[in-house]
């Protein structure tokens, strides 16, 4: 049976300026944030079908307090190791989907948040994000992603991944979003 968990990296207000503010509803009021902040929960997804431990989008890459990576934290929370996930999902590559994948190491180098996993990226959203930039794509995070070994690259419209997990280009959120299905 297919088990999925919520990773929250927390609620934030999103403006045109693309900059996520953290939001906390028992003291901030949305009225008082520019017109037009939308109200957003960062939410990753942690998925295991029993053969494999796998993270749907990486969310911002925020840390605790602690200094601990926020997912990373969540991931222990529920008694799982990011050392165990085997597989990135990955819908698009704008900055709230795609900055918690590699994270800067105490000596400034980026490193793979999650080093055992495959990094499953639709390649025709990769050159968008590329291409677009700032402000939905940081495109220095996209870089550093597509810099890891790991990566499965997602080509064509549709597409098998493992004969369990299967992507299909939508285009509902940004031109090159894509969806996943995993069997159960």
């Known amino acids: 049976m297919i088990q999925a968990y919520p990773l929250s990296e927390g609620t934030f207000t999103i403006g045109h300026d693309k900059i996520f503010v953290p939001f906390d509803e028992t003291k901030d009021v949305l009225n008082q944030r520019p017109i037009g902040s939308l109200l957003v929960e960062i939410q990753p997804f ?48 704008h900055k709230d989907h795609i900055s918690g994948a590699v994270y800067k190491n105490e000596n400034g180098v980026f490193m793979a948040t999650f080093p055992n ?12 994000a590329l291409a677009t930039g700032a402000p939905s794509y940081e495109t220095h995070y996209v870089e550093e992603v597509l810099k890891l070994e790991n990566i499965r690259w997602l080509d064509g419209q549709m597409g098998d991944i493992d004969g369990v997990v299967h992507y299909t280009h939508s285009g509902g959120h940004c031109p090159q979003h894509i969806v996943y299905l995993i069997e159960s």
């Open 46 to 93: 942690l998925i295991d079908n029993g053969t494999d431990l796998m993270i749907l989008d990486t969310g911002l890459g925020f840390k605790n307090e602690q200094g601990v990576l926020q997912i990373h934290q969540n991931i222990h929370d529920l008694g799982y190791s990011p050392d165990d996930v085997t597989k990135v999902l990955f819908s698009h590559l």
């Open 117 to 128: 996993a495959e990094y499953c990226i639709y390649r025709p959203e990769a050159q968008y």
